[in-house]
């Protein structure tokens, strides 16, 4: 199953302020900025909320290779970390759908021509990618989802088509029941890293 993601756009902050009374003096200043006003004494303080930021040390690496795997898995990460999370959110938007339908067969049709079509659409961009970005779209499922692409496929298209992808993906070194533990797995780790400083902006 393929599909295509843009990364989350990141909204400027607007120079025009967008006052919006609270309680006990609290006024919205700006998108995550906040003026508290003592109504004794006039007073103002400034409070800014921000998003969490998970900072990491420099990067050091013991040899040119191990560099080099680095600077490739960013490259990696970064190509396929986008699908990965609209996959996420286009499999919670299908079961949603599937929801609605009220007969087994009208369920299986509709699965049946959404592959198809996900296939014809997807299949020009996923032929760009390498075998070490394809082995990472699947990691990188399983870390969206909590859960393999073969579990997933299966679950929506049953066993039968999970085993043709799974076979199908084996051909080019892909596999679809690889699993993702950024605790216990050390390649794992460096993905995980990679992904979060990806997400915060930091890389």
């Not at 997807?122 to 393999?148: C, D, G, W």
């Not at 088509?161 to 199908?168: D, H, I, K, M, Y």
Request: hydrophobic letters at 35%; glycine letters at 6%.
């Amino acid at each position: 199953m393929f599909f295509v993601a843009g990364q989350l756009p990141v909204a400027a902050q607007d120079d025009t302020p967008e006052v919006e009374p609270a309680p006990s003096g609290l006024q919205r200043v700006y998108k995550g900025k906040y003026h508290f006003v003592d109504e004794a004494t006039g007073d103002t303080v400034c409070m800014i909320v921000m998003n969490p930021i998970t900072v990491y040390p420099a990067e050091r690496f013991k040899s040119k290779k191990e560099e080099e795997f680095y600077w490739r898995t960013v490259r990696d990460v970064r190509k396929t970390l986008p699908y990965a999370k609209l996959i996420c959110s286009t499999l919670l938007e299908t079961y949603e759908y599937l929801e609605t339908f009220e007969t087994e067969k009208e369920k299986q049709q509709y699965l049946k021509d959404f592959e198809d079509a996900i296939f014809e659409q997807y299949k020009p961009v996923m032929k760009t990618f390498t075998r070490s970005q394809a082995r990472m779209l699947v990691k990188l499922i399983n870390r969206e989802t909590h859960q393999s692409s073969f579990n997933i496929v299966k679950a929506f298209l049953g066993s039968f088509r999970a085993g043709f992808w799974q076979t199908f993906g084996r051909m080019f070194g892909v596999n679809m029941r690889s699993g993702y533990d950024p605790e216990g797995n050390s390649e794992d780790a460096v993905i995980e890293r990679i992904c979060v400083r990806i997400e915060t902006g930091t890389l």
